[in-house]
């Protein structure tokens, strides 16, 4: 017969296993992928060469990274990759493609998904052909730490869709005052459904540091003021001929130009980008969160 301190022996062993087992569950690397939308108000703000360049270099720094091309009106990221896209989204919806079949490598070991139509067959499909779209990207958790997501610009309800389903948001802008008013209009109408959005702000074609605060100070203190939602400063690109060069020969200016000025900026903002990680990744909500949310919008 078994005394009472073998009964507490075995039960004793019993936690101690079951505590390594829920220490290398809480160990193990987590399947969620951090999903950043990148956004403007006025558009040719350079959303996209943000989008492409930061993905290289996130790549570069080890980081697994997917861009995805939601820009309804003019898909191009695959221009500015400089690579010929074969596949895009409708080819998942209409042709029964996998979602990993459509993945198009880009430099340096980003891959990207081209918007092509597929964008705006996602907009029509039925709730069965949705679940059946959204299970499959939901594969995409498993396949990148990052997923960027290019837009178009404006208020338009499909960028606002993306906007309000990412947890992170990039928002691009100008100097121009035209540019800086239609990012504050674009965040007060994210404020009306999500005040506490983390909005990470880029101010592209600065002349300098300076420029780039000063903007950042004054479009900070109007949003606090009157929307009540503190904009994080994510960094500056200065106006630099290397992006147009580059735009022209069709090859991302991270690698074409490694040493030029918007190179360092993007450096920058990819370091501060995973800086930002330990505080924004409490609660990452993965991309089939994103999916979900977007599902909810769509339906
Ligand atoms: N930092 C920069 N310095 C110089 N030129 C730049 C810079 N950033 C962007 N440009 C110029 O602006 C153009 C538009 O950039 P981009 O296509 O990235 O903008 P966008 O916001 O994606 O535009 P859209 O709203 O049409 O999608 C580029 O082709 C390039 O010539
Ligand atoms: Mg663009």
Known sequence: MRDQAEKLREIINDIKSY????ASITAAPTPEARVITVTSGKGGVGKTNLT??????????????IVIDADLGLANVDVIMGKMSKYNLSDVIKNGKDILEILEEGPCGVRFISGGS??????????MQLVDLLMKLGKLDYEADIILIDTGAGLSDNVLSFVHAAKEVILVTTPEPTAITDAYALIKTISLKDSYKDIKLVVNRVENDKEANNILEKLNMVTEKFIGIKLHRLGYILNDNCVSKSVKIQQPFVLNYTKCEATKNITDIANILLDA???????????KMFINKLSNIFS
């Open 277 to 287: 990680e330990s505080t924004t990744m409490a609660g990452s909500s993965g991309f």
């Open 118 to 127: 597929g964008v705006q067959e996602l907009i029509k499909l039925n709730k």
């Open 19 to 22: 505590s390594k087992q829920s």
């Open 52 to 65: 492409v360049n930061l993905a290289i270099k996130l790549s570069q720094m080890g980081m697994r990274v």
